[in-house]
Nanobody, 120 residues
Framework: QVQLVESGGDLVQAGGSLTLSCKASGTILSINAMGWYRQDPGKQRTLVATITSRGTTNYADSVKGRFTISRDNAKNTVTLQMNSLKPEDTAVYLC??????????????WGQGTQVTVSS
């Protein structure tokens, strides 16, 4: 099994910054993709940013230029630096990792989520 521990969610004023972190632990041979998604109550989960094992990143258009995703492979962590936050960024942010847990066996895992609230 793989466990994800997220941290960093908070209440912040518009224009402010937050840093989200997610650490993976457990039965991990290697981590392929890591990413952050967000979800509002009653709405679909949407991609915020992802990063591959080689460092290739992908961002939602709504966060490009404001958010930066990074990873530390030695520590099995992924970080989302969020700047110039807007009220529409308010959501529960969830960490996702795609993990090689055994030879030829990959699984995806979700964190429980951390609340980000941006006040206007």
């Amino acid at each position: 099994q793989v466990q994800l521990v997220e941290s960093g969610g908070d209440l912040v004023q518009a224009g402010g910054s937050l840093t989200l972190s997610c650490k993976a632990s457990g039965t991990i041979l290697s981590i392929n993709a890591m990413g952050w998604y967000r979800q509002d109550p009653g709405k679909q989960r949407t991609l915020v940013a992802t990063i591959t094992s080689r460092g290739t990143t992908n961002y939602a258009d709504s966060v490009k230029g404001r958010f930066t995703i990074s990873r530390d492979n030695a520590k099995n962590t992924v970080t989302l630096q969020m700047n110039s936050l807007k009220p529409e960024d308010t959501a529960v942010y969830l960490c996702y990792v795609h993990v090689l847990i055994a030879v030829g066996r990959n699984n995806g895992y979700w964190g429980q989520g951390t609340q980000v609230t941006v006040s206007s």
